[in-house]
C-alpha cells in the first residue's frame, strides 16, 4: 500500500520536578538544602531515511511522545533526562505545522534531521535557591511541559524522470524494460494505482531514477479518473517523458490525446508544465516505416522518440538521451 499524507500529534517529554530534600547524615544535625535539578524531557526530531519509500509506517499510529525527564533527587542529584523520539520518514516528505499552515522542512536529502518539538527543561531544586540570607529554602520548581504540535506529512518522491500519458500508454512496461521495477502490468485502464519508482543502471556505473505516474484523463483536475493525487510526485522531477501512444486501444487520436494531458499538467501547475519535456511515441513496432509517427511529429511540431516497450526498440538511446538532459541540468 503507498500513503503519500498522513497527519499525526508529537509532544516532546516534559522536564522532572525540582527536588526539595535537606542534608540527613549521621553528626550533622542541621544539614544544608541538597535538592538537584530535574532532568530535561526528551526533544522530537525528523529523520530523513533511504530505506523507507512510504508514509505506510503511520496507517494507524497517529500519536508519538518522547520520554519525559525523571524529577531531581537530594544530594544535590539531578534527575535523568527524558530520551529523544527520532521519527524515520522517506527521503522527500515535506513537513508541516498544521495550526500555523506552515512548512517546517523538505526533507529532500538522505539523512537530513531536523528538531520539531523541545523538550522541557527541568525544575530547580531547592539546593540552587540557597543564599546568604536564605539558608533553608524550601522552594523549588516545577518542570516545563514538552512542546506538542500538530504535524501533516506528505511525500513527494524524488526522481530524475517522471512518465506522464494516458492509461495504457506504455508507462509500466517503459519502466519495467528499463529498470528492475516490476509495476502491474494489463490491457485495462488504471492498472498503475500508485506512483513505481525504478532505477535506470546505464555503462560506466551511471544511474537515474524514474517515476511511473498512475495514468492521466482528461477532466483530471476536477477529479476524474484517478485526479491529481499523484501529480504532486513528478514535481521534483528535473524531465518528464511524455508517452504518446501510437495506436491508442479506443482508436483516439494521439496529437489530441497528447493535448490533453498538456493541458491537464497546466491547470495542475504551470511550474511542472514548464519543466523539459520529453516526447516519446511508443509501439512503433506497429508502424515499422514511422509513417505515423512522422504525421504525429508535424501536427504537433516537435520530434519524439520511437520506440516499443514491449519489444525493447529504441529504449536504449531514449535512456542514453535522457541521461544526457539530465546531466545538462545537473551542470546549470
Known amino acids: ?46 529523520l530523513a531515511v533511504e530505506d523507507v519509500d512510504t508514509l ?36 522527500g516528505t515535506l513537513i508541516y505545522d498544521t495550526d500555523f499552515d506552515l512548512m517546517l522542512k523538505d526533507m529532500d536529502k538522505p539523512n537530513m534531521k531536523i528538531l520539531v518539538c523541545q523538550g522541557g527543561k527541568g525544575g530547580r531544586g531547592n539546593k540552587s535557591f540557597a543564599s546568604s540570607t536564605n539558608q533553608t529554602p524550601r522552594q523549588t520548581t516545577v518542570g516545563k511541559i514538552g512542546q506538542e504540535r500538530n504535524i501533516k506529512l506528505e511525500l513527494k518522491l524524488i ?3 517522471g512518465l506522464v500519458g494516458l492509461p495504457n500508454a506504455g508507462k509500466s512496461t517503459l519502466v519495467s524494460r528499463c529498470s528492475a521495477a516490476k509495476p502491474k502490468i494489463a490491457d485495462y485502464p488504471f492498472t498503475t494505482l500508485e506512483p513505481v519508482l525504478g532505477i535506470v543502471e546505464l555503462s560506466d556505473f551511471r544511474r537515474f531514477v524514474m517515476a511511473d505516474i498512475p495514468g492521466l484523463i482528461e477532466g483530471a ?3 476524474a479518473g484517478l485526479g491529481f493525487d499523484f501529480l504532486k510526485h513528478i514535481e521534483r522531477t528535473k524531465i518528464i517523458v511524455h508517452i504518446i501512444d501510437l495506436f491508442p486501444p479506443d482508436n483516439s487520436d494521439p496529437v489530441e490525446n497528447y493535448k490533453k494531458i498538456r493541458n491537464e499538467l497546466k491547470s495542475h501547475s504551470q511550474e511542472l508544465a514548464n519543466k523539459t519535456e520529453v516526447i ?53
Not at 509517427?293 to 520530434?303: D, Q, W
Not at 529504441?314 to 535522457?322: F, H, P, S, V
Request: aromatic fraction near 8%; glycine fraction near 16%.
Open 56 to 91: 505506510l509506517d503511520f496507517t494507524g499510529r497517529h500519536h508519538f511522545k518522547a520520554k519525559n525527564a525523571k524529577d531531581g533527587e537530594g544530594a544535590n542529584k539531578t534527575g535523568s533526562d527524558g530520551d529523544d523520539l527520532v521519527i524515520k520518514v522517506p527521503v
Open 159 to 161: 526522481a530524475d524522470v
Open 280 to 332: 516519446v511515441f511508443n509501439k512503433i513496432d506497429l508502424d515499422p516505416e514511422s509513417k505515423l509517427a512522422s504525421k504525429i511529429e508535424k501536427k504537433l511540431g516537435k520530434k519524439g522518440f520511437l520506440i516499443s516497450a514491449v519489444t525493447g526498440q529504441g529504449i536504449d538511446q531514449l535512456c542514453q538521451e535522457l541521461w544526457k538532459k539530465i546531466k545538462n541540468q545537473d551542470q546549470e
Open 221 to 223: 483536475h476536477n477529479g
Open 1 to 46: 500500500m503507498f500513503i503519500d499524507e498522513t497527519k499525526i500529534w508529537i509532544k516532546a517529554g516534559n522536564g522532572g520536578n525540582g527536588c526539595l530534600s535537606f542534608r540527613r547524615e549521621k553528626y550533622t544535625s542541621k544539614g544544608g538544602p541538597d535538592g538537584g535539578y530535574g532532568g530535561k524531557g526528551g526533544d522530537i526530531y525528523f
